[in-house]
């Protein structure tokens, strides 16, 4: 498991205050350099507006970002693990339902060479998105910091691909293939593009060739 990494929240909310003393600092300036009976074209004062209005925009955002954070951590800490331990539980009563309709398990990762009057067969293919909270990241990095097996990043991929392997099944019994052969689950790291080596979800995709017996 990559390692994970933290926006610099410090640096990001120091140079919003920056930026927003800057730009008030300018204002001032401007004001106080400013004869008292001259009028400011309007031309002007629409160039100023749209000169300072990312800058603006930005200081914000930053004052918000750094502001909210500790607000998700706090939310992802009571509700997060409530969350996926509800997604795993309905993921394992939809796996027992299957089970029950078709009394076995339409998946297998054999090639099915064995197999005889095969009357129709296709490429089945499903997939999900299965990301960490804030507090999950959080308790990650932490077990980052001593080494070992980061077991909170073992359960979110888990269930992930138990989700993916389900979502195959119901497929396969939406198109009416009697069985799956050769299932083979591949998996993808997403992470934004500012922080590479940040992992913020993981994509389970599952594939298969169904077929259908005559």
Known sequence: MAKITEYPRKSFFFLSILILISLISFSVVAQEGKPAD???S???VIFLLCFMAPFFILAIFGLLWTILYPILVIWAFLF???KLDAM????ANREAQTFAQLGKDPLSTLDGGFK???SDSGVVMAGAVYGPSHWHLLIGFINNLFGGSVDIFQ???SAGRAESMQRLR???IKEGW???INVRIDTAVMSPATTKKGIRAVEVFVYGTGIKYS
């Open 116 to 118: 005889q009057e095969v």
């Open 80 to 82: 997060s693990s409530k």
């Open 155 to 157: 359960k979110v991929i």
């Open 42 to 44: 309007p031309m002007a």
């Open 38 to 40: 001259s009028a400011e």
């Open 170 to 172: 119901e497929k396969a």
């Open 178 to 180: 009697d069985e799956v």
């Open 88 to 91: 795993i539980m309905d993921t």
